[in-house]
């Protein structure tokens, strides 16, 4: 039996027992993971998802945390006074071993779901950004004698123009329009500060999730975000 699941943007078929790369989870090595996207079961009977198939699963015990091969990067801009630069990265990836397929039952196996370490770093800086709600105060009893005041009308609900309370505006980022804008808040970017934090895994994560190939940091938006919050 086999199955093609779906993590870091990437699809890969699996048996059990196989070892493979996929983009850096949030686990340490020892742990078992689930990946819940599964496109496809083969074997006995093939199932399709529509995308994903319901209940299906694979479970998978991480190995370790590696680094993937060294990719360099030259870039020459022949009329900008001959700007040349060299950069070199290294992806961070996870090693994995395929420990079974579930064909059913995997939303309620309680196995650790397979998150990106990226995504996980995202989730940690939104959750810090949201402000704490303030303890509802008590109602202080009406003295004696005192005539109970009217009821207010409520106030008709105002249109939904405006952003979402406590996230900024990145359209004052360069290359940043209202198109791009949503993808961002999409993807749960709402706050300068939380693209200010961004290393090159996260970098490198989005450039790959909004197929941007590089224009990150072309447009310097970590250096424009860290300038916002310190101005």
């Given amino acids: 039996m086999f199955a ?7 699809q890969y ?5 196989d070892v493979l790369k996929v983009e850096k989870l949030a686990a340490e090595a020892g742990e078992t ?10 074997g006995d009977k093939t199932v399709i998802g529509t995308p994903q198939v319901d209940g299906a699963a694979v479970q998978a015990e991480v190995i370790d945390q590696i680094k993937g091969d060294k ?3 030259f870039v020459k801009r022949r009329r900008k006074h001959s700007s040349k630069r060299t950069k070199g990265h290294r992806q961070q990836l996870t090693l994995l071993r395929v420990t079974s397929i579930l064909a059913s039952g995997g939303d309620k196996s309680g196995v650790k779901a397979a998150i990106g370490a ?3 770093g995202v989730a940690a800086v939104v959750a810090a950004d949201k402000p704490k709600k303030a303890a509802p105060k008590k109602a202080a009893a009406p003295k004696a004698g005192a005539k109970p005041k009217a009821e207010a ?12 309370a406590g996230a900024d505006d990145l359209k004052e980022l360069s290359g940043v329009g209202p198109a791009l804008e949503k993808k961002l808040h999409a993807a749960g970017v709402t706050s300068f500060a939380q693209i200010a934090a961004w290393g090159a895994d996260d970098i490198a994560e989005f450039d790959d ?11 310097g938006w970590v250096a424009q975000a860290k300038a916002k919050l310190e101005g």
């Fill in 4 to 10: 093609v699941l779906k993590t870091g943007g990437k």
């Fill in 13 to 17: 078929r699996v048996q059990d027992g």
């Fill in 33 to 42: 993971v689930q990946f819940n996207d599964i496109m496809m079961l083969g």
């Fill in 71 to 73: 990719v360099i990067h």
């Fill in 118 to 120: 990226g995504a996980a």
């Fill in 153 to 164: 009308k409520p106030k008709p609900a105002k249109k939904a123009d405006a952003p979402a």
């Fill in 209 to 219: 999730k909004l197929s941007f190939k590089g224009r990150i940091e072309r447009e």
